[in-house]
């Protein structure tokens, strides 16, 4: 694996070998994580062009971890600002020494036009490009769900939501269905959750209480407001009212299902506050296993395993 850009095409045994990395970066109590010289003398630079906080921490923090040189770069005071291109930006970086660059930008495919012009001993990791992937947080979805229910292979997963405008879902249904996952359901109105992801192998719900009944993990999405025409976008009220997870409703799930969410999480829009710090909520371990997971994917493609 020479780049992370997708988790699409990536075979069950390599997810499973992130997986299980990233497992040895975890410390007994899932809390704490080891400093280990993997990337030393290795420079990573971040280049978020667009907002973050839970993936842009992360992955800084998951450099250090690996003892590498990081550097964030802020787009908004760089000389993107005066017209410079993506390709120039990242030629002149290269010029520093870059070993990794992990990317996030607005446009889909960003990150791919990166990769193919970078030089060969340079890695690019993808940090969402787009509607189209965001495979560390697939990764680390998978991860979790994986921590809390052990096999793929016998369970439900619904991801509610903004699937259409979703790079995590795209993310997370290829990797689920790679690795094995015989039920998953995209759960949202029409115009967000349409027919055509039953291409990807998941199943279409446009009713809440179908789409989650029995299930063991729900993985709720935010309305990607920023990604939205006015015509698509529905009220807060309407939406929370349909679709918005309730203590209540999350009885229609198994009672042991876990609720996940990649962040950032609207409440009282697509999550009520009761249900993101309830007691089946997962959604600050999340957080910190993509600390441990983003390890596993750096030294996995600048080629130093755990
Ligand atoms: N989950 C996620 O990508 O969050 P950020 O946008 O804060 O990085």
Known sequence: LIHLLSTEGLSREILTHILDTASNFVSVSDREVKKVPLLRGK??????FENSTRTRT?????????????????????????????LDTVANLSAMAADIFVVRHSESGAP???????????HVVNAGDGRHAHPTQGLLDMYTIRH????FTNLSVAIVGDVLHSRVARSDIHALTTLGCPDVRIVGPRTLAPESFTAMGARVFDNLQEGIKDADV???????NE?????????????FQNFGLTQEKLRWAKPDAIVMHPGPINRGVEIDSDVADGQQSVILPQVTFGIAVRMA??????????
Do not use: W
């Open 43 to 48: 420079s990573v630079f971040n280049l978020f």
């Open 58 to 86: 992360t992955f800084d923090i998951a450099a250090k971890r690996l003892s590498a040189d990081v550097f964030t770069l802020d787009i908004t005071r760089s000389s993107t600002a005066k017209g410079e291109t993506l």
């Open 112 to 122: 791919y036009l990166i990769a193919q012009h970078v030089a060969p001993h340079v």
């Open 148 to 151: 809390y229910k052990k096999d």
């Open 218 to 224: 729900i993985i709720m999405l935010r309305l990607q």
């Open 227 to 239: 990604r939205m025409s006015g015509a698509l976008l529905p009220s807060s009220q309407e939406y």
């Open 297 to 306: 994917a750096m030294s996995i493609v600048a080629g130093n395993e755990a």
